[in-house]
């Protein structure tokens, strides 16, 4: 049976530090979107901030769908699963999360991650999620397994390719996700303010990041593009609104004119 806890408690702080991996699942609002949950690790690499927020540390990955959900709406759901030895259980951290890139964090955020995390090449961001609900179901059903090891592949990688790489990488992987939504690499842009935009590419199935001089033909004409779906959203919620009015004021009439011929019928 599942329970709803008013914050993080002592047996939850000891829970959430023994894991392994988490889940981290978000969505964006259009139904024509994706959603997506992403498996994170080490467990190190989330910190309980007080009890009702906590923060993780983002590696580079091929791909950046929480952080374009997370611009957009904020909506973020973690989830922890003891999959090894010990009482079953499952604990769900509902909230809002703000992203907060590796190169505007604070020393006091980042004293609390692992320096091996934080001095990584694929170090990206930290997500800090503001809690409104904790809680708890059974997990009776789920495996017990044997922890062995981490795999070093992404750490062997990303030390390889060293930061300038990974920024290059991140431009190209973690500009958008793969419904074209604003993602890592065009607010890093953005923050730099770079002399050059991050354009779409779509590619089997993913929109990858493309470096584009800002005084190009192509960022003359994203800019009109965006301008003109902007005008365009806005007309047709104008426009909506109006047929919606003149709706309400013909029904309006109508059920005057109803009350009226029964009251005359009444006479």
């Keep these: 049976m599942g329970k709803v806890l008013d914050c993080i408690g002592d047996q939850d702080v000891e829970f959430i530090e023994k894991q392994k991996v988490f889940f981290v699942a978000t969505a964006p609002l259009s139904k024509d979107h994706h959603v997506n949950v992403s498996p994170k690790s080490p467990g190190s690499s989330l910190v309980i901030l007080d009890p009702h927020k906590v923060a993780y540390l983002d590696l580079t990955g091929s791909g950046s769908e929480s952080a374009a959900h997370v611009l957009e709406n904020g909506r973020m759901t973690i989830l922890f699963c003891n999959l090894e030895e010990g009482p079953p259980k499952i604990l769900r951290l509902h909230g809002t999360a703000k ?117 190009s033909l192509g960022s003359v004409m994203e800019d009109l593009k965006n301008k003109v779906q902007s005008q365009l959203k806005f007309d047709l919620y104008g426009f909506s609104m109006l047929l919606l009015g003149a709706a309400l004021a013909t029904l309006f009439q109508w059920s005057w004119q109803q009350q009226c011929t029964e009251q005359s019928a009444e006479l």
């Design 99 to 215: 992203v907060v890139l590796r190169e505007d964090a604070d020393t006091d955020l980042l004293s609390k991650f692992p320096t091996d995390l934080t001095s990584s090449p694929g170090f990206r961001a930290v997500f800090v999620v503001q809690l409104n609900r904790v809680s708890l179901s059974c997990g009776f059903s789920m495996p017990v397994m044997k922890f062995e090891s981490y795999r070093q592949i992404l750490k062997n990688k990303t030390e390889g390719q060293g930061r300038q790489k990974m920024l290059d990488y991140n431009i190209k992987m973690n500009s958008f996700s793969i419904d074209g939504m604003l993602s890592i690499g065009v607010l890093r842009t953005e923050r730099e303010q770079a002399g050059y935009r991050i354009m779409r590419k779509p590619t089997d199935g993913y929109v990858y990041g493309v470096k584009v001089p800002k005084n």
